[in-house]
């Protein structure tokens, strides 16, 4: 049944038109949803590093490890599009918080398992913390007005930088608690850190229940499900879908593989794998509030040319093996020419710009959502989000296949250019074929006109 509008003002919430002002409470609602977020992220991604010491407890190898990680991933993303259109239609306060104390309990439980095959079951359900995402942004897109909600989703968004909080404090916890026992049972060592991720997201539900506005907004609450469905009709959404892979995916998986990518290729060890990988997940989550600031002032189509600029020239550096060419002259002699290597100094460099665009990226494509789909912000940037997600499920594989494949461990990052010129090529493409629509007229004088101009001179002469 449809809840209509008078129930909900009944219950003290509030249906919101698709243009409205920034709420009084706007600013209580970004910092919890994003403190929320930065935690549920650091939960759905710490399997990064309990995985290490999973693997020799339970001497599992290097397969049945990855799909750990991989079925959190999964869990995280395919949810996003419901949990968007239950935020838009009950308030994203109500829903924020059952998914608080709901992933507690599997949080809790991970610290229990003694097998594989019970931690593949809680990895899973651990993972639907990922889909708080699409929850805050119809949220956040609810409390703030047109002009505002760049930089707010941006903020909120950055809350992706928890992807690197059990990478700083699970080692040195993992290591200082080993072998000790706590109150209840818990045990310490990598047993540890799910149990304190389980009690510090009941304490955060309770906090967002005290602090956050209790007459909630939505955008969405007296509409049918079909209608809200609706714009899922229209290519552009697929667009930004695809778009949103080259940004948030691509961060997801880099933010597993480079730890390896470094070890393997550079030599380093675990700890410094991991302090790298940090020097671009934190610009591709903290650059995000930028991103939809600049994206409210320029425009999101000007931010994606450059993130997409920036994301091809850093990929396509990135691409290029290790080698040098090969000549053999007539006289059978051969010389060597063109010799290039990249050392670990310049790769992050490299990787750490590529990290920027993307933390700009993910916010000017977000920007385009509620500039174009105003009203159904939940059920648009759920599927956005669900299949970004997914890409960060997907592109692991396509790494590790294309490597044997080619023997190349830089054929990741070709990859990664492909996807991304086919998204700049599809954008510009479809600017094209807009500003052609709007002005038919000009279309077939851009080549002329300034033959135009040199026939008026002569006539005015």
């Keep these: 049944m449809t809840t209509t509008v008078q129930e909900a003002a009944d219950r003290g919430d509030e249906t919101i038109p698709p243009a409205h002002p920034t709420g009084p409470g706007a600013n209580r609602v970004l910092a919890m949803s994003t403190i929320d977020f930065t935690v ?3 939960v759905w991604m710490m399997f990064g590093i ?15 490890l990855s799909w750990i990680s991989a079925l959190a991933v999964l869990n995280g993303s395919i949810w996003r599009l419901p949990a968007g259109i239950i935020a838009d239609r009950i308030g994203g306060r109500k829903v924020t918080i059952v998914m608080l104390a709901a992933t507690a309990v599997p949080a809790y439980l991970v610290s229990t398992a003694h097998s594989y095959g019970m931690l593949l079951v809680l990895a899973f359900l651990v993972g639907f913390a990922g889909n708080l995402f699409s929850v805050g942004v119809a949220w956040n897109a609810a409390w703030f007005g047109r002009n505002r909600q760049g930089f707010a989703l941006g903020l ?15 080692p040195p916890l993992i290591a200082g608690t080993a072998g000790m026992t706590f109150a209840f049972g818990v045990q310490g ?21 005290l602090v956050v506005p209790r007459q909630d907004r939505m955008a969405g609450q007296s509409k049918p499900i079909r209608e809200m469905l609706a714009p899922l009709r229209h290519l552009r959404v697929w667009r930004f879908s695809l778009y949103y892979v080259a940004v948030f995916g691509s961060y997801v998986a880099l933010s597993a593989w480079l730890p390896k990518y470094y070890i393997d290729n550079f030599g380093v060890d675990l700890w410094s794998a991991a302090l790298l990988t940090a020097l671009f997940i934190f610009p591709a989550s903290l650059l995000r509030p930028l991103g939809g600031w600049i994206s409210d002032r320029l425009g999101a189509r000007t931010v994606m040319y450059v993130t997409f600029g920036v994301m091809l020239v850093t990929s396509g550096i990135l691409m290029m093996p290790n080698g040098h060419i090969v000549i053999s002259h007539a006289d059978g002699t051969r010389t060597e020419h063109l010799g290039y290597a990249i050392n670990v100094v310049w790769f992050t460099v490299l990787v750490f710009l590529l990290g920027c665009a993307m933390g700009v990226g993910k916010a000017a494509v977000y ?19 669900m299949l970004g997600g997914l890409g960060g499920f997907i592109l692991p ?21 492909l996807l991304t010129a086919v998204c700049a090529i599809w954008m510009h493409l479809t600017i094209v074929a807009m500003l052609h629509a709007k002005a038919p007229e000009l279309a077939d004088h851009f080549d002329t006109d300034h033959i135009d101009t040199r026939s008026h001179q002569e006539v005015g002469a």
């Design 40 to 42: 549920m992220f650091a």
């Design 50 to 64: 309990l995985g290490i010491e999973i693997q020799k407890e339970l001497l599992l190898d290097d397969v049945q």
């Design 156 to 170: 909120f968004g950055a809350g992706n930088v928890g992807a690197s909080v059990t990478k700083f404090i699970g």
């Design 189 to 209: 060592g990598w047993r540890l850190v799910p149990v304190l991720y389980a009690v510090l997201l009941v304490a955060l539900a309770v906090i967002t229940w």
């Design 367 to 385: 920007k385009h959502i509620p500039e174009y789909f105003p009203d159904n912000v939940g059920s648009v940037g759920g599927l956005v989000g």
């Design 397 to 417: 594989p396509l790494f590790a296949y294309t490597k044997a494949w080619s023997g190349f461990p830089t054929s990741t990052f070709f990859v990664l250019f």
